[in-house]
């Protein structure tokens, strides 16, 4: 039911978040670092707020105050364009509400389920760069976490599934809707809650599993500050240094660039959910490996850029 409800409250939703967003001119422009070719509203993360909301109300409720604070920071941000320190601020104390609400035990988890919001709410908001893309592979790790973990966390995936595929109807290439700000730190947070979870309560197998369910945000953003620390460029400026930029660049089509990221995580997805099912020691294992052999091999790819050269 959290996946139906979540679809079509976001399927119905996001229009009218579209339409809102227009009548007070919360719009994204065309510029260098943006590819598309006219204004496009951006309160999209609003209809998947509200959609996830519905969805989880009833089972886990504590769960909205993270994810209702990581909406309002990024609408904030989408209207006013806050400091990146105030920001970080913020981000840190709603790692630390996340922590309480799982609930994390001791100081290590408490870091631990932290620093999870800081950089998935971050990684997300860096990989929503073209129509359909950050709303896709949220949708598969969505799919992916519930059927990895169990419980209210797999009531959150399943939402969190619904709520990207209804907000993708709008989204998909060409976009009539973004998500924004709100919607990305709102994804993000949620990948961090679920993240945490499996790592927090979850079985070895399962906390194995999950750190590749999240491993396309992940790893492109770490892409994107190597490549950017490698041309002696700030961490804090835009650029085009992402994976999908960079596949466009080399010939790719914006939607082929969007597929072959979105099939990535699922092809993750797939891994996680089959190591999900094996024994402690040999989940552990297999999942180092596959973040070794794929990690390095991503790098070897898509950070061949010597520090003279230009980072567009």
């Given at each position: 039911m959290a996946l139906i409800v979540a679809l079509v409250a976001a399927t119905v939703l996001t229009p009218v978040a579209a339409v809102l967003a227009r009548r007070v001119h919360l719009v994204d422009n065309p510029g260098p670092l943006k590819v598309h070719e006219s204004s496009?509203?951006?309160?999209?993360?609003?209809?998947?707020?509200?959609?996830?909301?519905?969805?989880?109300?009833?089972?886990?409720?504590?769960?909205?105050?993270?994810?209702?604070?990581?909406?309002?920071?990024?609408?904030?941000?989408?209207?006013?364009?806050?400091r990146p320190i105030l920001r970080l601020v913020v981000e840190l104390a709603i790692g630390v509400s996340?922590?309480?609400?799982?609930?994390?035990?001791?100081?290590g988890a408490f870091a631990l389920v932290t620093a999870a919001v800081v950089l998935l709410l971050n990684a997300v908001n860096l990989l929503d760069?073209?129509?359909?893309?950050?709303?896709?592979?949220?949708?598969?790790?969505?799919?992916?976490?519930?059927?990895?973990?169990?419980?209210?966390?797999?009531?959150?995936?399943?939402?969190?599934?619904?709520?990207?595929?209804?907000?993708?109807?709008?989204?998909?290439?060409?976009?009539?809707?973004?998500?924004?700000?709100?919607?990305?730190?709102?994804?993000?947070?949620?990948?961090?809650?679920?993240?945490?979870?499996?790592?927090?309560?979850?079985?070895?197998?399962?906390?194995?599993?999950?750190?590749?369910?999240?491993?396309?945000?992940?790893?492109?953003?770490?892409?994107a500050i190597l490549r950017r620390v490698?041309?002696?460029?700030?961490?804090?400026?835009?650029?085009?240094?992402?994976?999908?930029?960079?596949?466009?660049?080399?010939?790719y089509s914006r939607g082929w660039a969007v597929v072959t990221c979105v099939a990535a995580q699922a092809i993750l997805a797939l891994g996680a959910i089959a190591i999900s099912s094996l024994s402690a020691a040999l989940a552990v294992a297999v999942s180092v490996s596959v973040v070794l052999v794929v990690g390095t091999s991503a790098v070897a790819v898509f950070v061949g850029l010597a520090p003279t050269d230009e980072v567009r």
């Open positions: 496009v509203p951006y309160l999209g993360g609003a209809a998947v707020m509200v959609a996830v909301a519905l969805a989880i109300g009833r089972d886990r409720p504590s769960l909205l105050i993270p994810l209702a604070c990581a909406f309002a920071l990024g609408l904030l941000d989408d209207v006013a364009g806050l996340a922590a309480f609400v799982l609930p994390a035990d001791g100081v760069g073209l129509d359909g893309l950050a709303g896709g592979v949220c949708a598969v790790s969505g799919i992916g976490f519930a059927v990895v973990l169990s419980g209210p966390a797999s009531t959150l995936a399943l939402a969190v599934a619904g709520a990207c595929a209804g907000f993708l109807v709008w989204n998909r290439p060409p976009a009539r809707i973004y998500l924004g700000d709100s919607g990305s730190y709102l994804l993000g947070t949620a990948l961090a809650l679920l993240l945490a979870r499996a790592l927090l309560h979850g079985a070895a197998s399962e906390a194995s599993a999950a750190l590749l369910l999240v491993g396309v945000p992940v790893g492109d953003t770490a892409i490698r041309a002696r460029r700030s961490l804090f400026g835009g650029d085009r240094s992402h994976v999908y930029d960079q596949l466009v660049d080399r010939g």
